[in-house]
């Protein structure tokens, strides 16, 4: 089993909850006293590589991305990043980035140093996990979990597929469009959890448009795991890197709504 799998077997059936900061924002020194600070209250740790044409990402990361290039922060300083970030936090960390920077850097090289550096999962929304085939035999050799991304409108052969070549998680988005804090959940995510849910018994974790306690308690009733990100990236574009505070208030609150929620149903 995982280091993904053992963190959501020791959950005792509550939603894990799942962080996202842009690696190298506002810059990679305070980036690293960030995600530390976010994993003193998350159980898994998502991290995103910079990238000029994020097609997943709304606004809200587009500028946290182009902030990170633009103080040259590249898919090897954040492998440099997580290196020094896993040798101080016990929880997984999970990568997020795109196929083309990976491309050029190399699927072999990418997954044996990003396994290296200490990270445990890769999710590539952009890279269909009907044409993952250049990442999934390394990223087996090496130990390394791929996570797809499956979406409200994915038909149920395509969501087979990816539940399938999924490995430690699976990442339901919540909403159709782009990363973004959103005024509700949408009632599509629970169903969505749910059809993942009924093919597979790996973790549905829900993520895009979640950033309130109020929003995590409502999809938490149905996930396994609630990925919040655009909330804690407009902190840090509002406050730099004073944001550490009010990052880990922020979270504390989502978790406590998380802990009253209910298991999730099983499928």
């Known amino acids: ?42 159980d898994i740790v998502e991290v995103g590589v910079p990238f000029s ?6 606004p809200t990361n587009q500028r946290a991305a182009q902030r990170a290039l633009a103080g040259g922060v590249t898919l090897g300083a954040v492998l ?16 997020l980035t795109y196929a083309n920077p990976v491309a050029q850097y190399g699927w072999e090289r990418f997954c044996r140093d990003a396994r290296a550096a200490g990270v445990d999962g890769v999710v590539v929304p ?5 044409e993952a085939d250049p990442l999934l035999a390394p ?26 070549r999924s490995t430690g998680f699976v990442y339901c988005v919540s909403l159709t469009g782009v990363t ?50 655009s909330a804690l990236v407009d902190l840090v574009e509002q406050l730099g890197a004073a944001a550490e505070g009010p990052l880990v208030e922020l979270l504390t609150r989502v978790r ?5 929620t209910s298991p999730a149903p099983q499928a």
């Open 126 to 130: 952009d890279l269909p996990a009907d």
């Open 139 to 164: 990223a087996r050799h090496h130990g390394l979990d791929t996570v797809f991304l499956v979406a409200p409108t994915t038909s149920e052969p395509r969501l087979r597929l990816a539940a399938s």
């Open 1 to 42: 089993m995982s280091r993904l799998g053992e963190r959501f077997a020791g959950l005792d059936g509550r939603p894990a909850l799942i962080p996202f900061l842009m690696a190298g924002d506002p810059d990679l020194e305070a980036s690293g006293r960030l995600l530390r600070a976010v994993a003193r209250v998350g």
């Open 53 to 58: 044409d994020p097609i997943a990402d709304g």
């Open 256 to 260: 406590a709504a998380l802990v009253r």
């Open 180 to 229: 973004g804090v959103r005024r509700a959940v949408p009632p599509e995510a629970v169903d969505l959890l749910r059809r993942v849910k009924a093919v597979t018994p790996l973790p549905a974790c829900a993520g895009f448009g979640i950033a309130t306690p109020e929003q995590a308690a409502a999809v938490g009733a149905a996930a396994d795991g609630v990925i919040v990100g």
């Open 80 to 95: 440099e990043l997580v290196r020094a970030l896993a040798r101080d936090v016990p929880v997984p960390v999970v990568l």
